[in-house]
């Protein structure tokens, strides 16, 4: 019996094995998805009043922590797959929590903003990133999502925030738009 259970454990002792610096990875990740979860949990509970600023620093952060996830995954194309497989199911469901927590966070946060009759001058900048890293996030990775991993209220989140971005951008300053430049 105890065989058993070691056969089923990845040894973490020394060595620059790929699995062995995977395994290291996820606790990082495991501590990090925590801290994630602490700045949405905050996103949402303080929408009525926080900061913009304070707003865009914790979408920085949770799109940090998703792109460690993405470099993890990327650690782990040298690794056999009966033992990758379970660890990108891992990630790819840390992955959807993260970005589920943030988008109820964001739908809090931008419905308070839009009842304000003023919208900060820089929003533009922000909200046509936060509008790119959606639709990419939407396209790219959650297609390659296990559907059983998808919250059912993820098509409506996406739906609520992008049009609340679209209508927060058609608030703003009009600044010209640069990224789209021939």
Do not use: W
Not at 160 to 179: E, M, N, S, T, Y
């Amino acid at each position: 019996m105890v065989q058993d259970y070691r056969q089923n454990q990845v040894e973490t002792a020394g060595g620059t094995d790929p699995v062995g610096q995977a395994v290291r990875l996820l606790q990082v990740l495991n501590s990090r998805a925590t801290e994630v979860q602490g700045v949405t949990a905050r996103m949402y509970e303080m929408a009525t009043i926080l900061s913009f600023s304070d707003y865009a620093d914790g979408f920085r952060r949770v799109q940090e922590f998703l792109s460690f996830c993405d470099v993890i995954e990327s650690k782990l194309e040298n690794i056999a797959p009966s033992t990758r497989e379970p660890i990108l199911h891992e990630i790819s469901a840390v992955k959807m929590r993260a970005f589920s927590a943030l988008l109820r966070a964001m739908g809090a946060y931008l419905t308070v903003l839009e009842r304000r009759d003023m919208i900060n001058y820089f929003a533009q900048a922000v909200f046509l990133m936060q509008q790119d890293v959606l639709a990419d996030f939407h396209d790219h990775a959650l297609p390659d999502v296990p559907r059983q991993l998808v919250p059912e209220n993820l098509p409506a989140l996406f739906e609520q925030v992008g049009a609340l971005i679209k209508h927060l951008l058609d608030r703003c300053i009009d600044v010209p738009d640069f990224r789209f430049e021939a």
